[in-house]
């Protein structure tokens, strides 16, 4: 089942395949980012920090350790598109962390 992901705000942000699944898309099904340590910190396809997932947010940590680059895993299929899951309720921010910058969710645009 499709895993989606949201800031603090309820916007529908990214996904994955499922809730193991090793690669992370925006919604329009762009390869933002992937899960290299099977836990659940997210790295950019350049194997840069791109956030952590707590709970159905996806969120960065600002105080987030290096924790070296990850090898390039190889870039995923297409997923295809995924249903809008709609909107989910605001949470309240967590202390140390903030909402991922829109230029590493959306990359096409950002450059």
């Known amino acids: 089942m499709t895993a989606y992901l949201h800031d603090s705000q309820g916007t529908w942000i990214a ?24 836990d659940d910190d ?13 709970g159905d947010r996806l969120l960065t940590d600002t ?13 995923p299929r297409y997923p295809g598109q995924v ?6 309720a605001f949470v309240s921010m967590p202390v140390g962390y903030q909402d991922v910058a829109g230029s590493l969710l959306w990359p096409r645009i950002a450059s």
Do not use: K, M, Q
């Not at 996904?15 to 099977?38: A, K, Q, V």
């Not at 105080?63 to 870039?75: L, S, W």
């Not at 249903?83 to 989910?88: E, L, V």
């Open 15 to 38: 996904y994955r395949i499922d809730d193991t699944g090793r690669f992370l898309f925006n919604p329009d099904g762009d390869w933002i980012g992937w899960f290299p340590w099977n």
């Open 42 to 54: 997210v790295v950019t396809p350049g194997g840069h920090y791109l956030g952590t997932v707590v």
């Open 63 to 75: 105080g987030h350790p290096f924790r070296g680059t990850p090898d390039y895993p190889g870039a």
């Open 83 to 88: 249903s809008y899951p709609g909107a989910a």
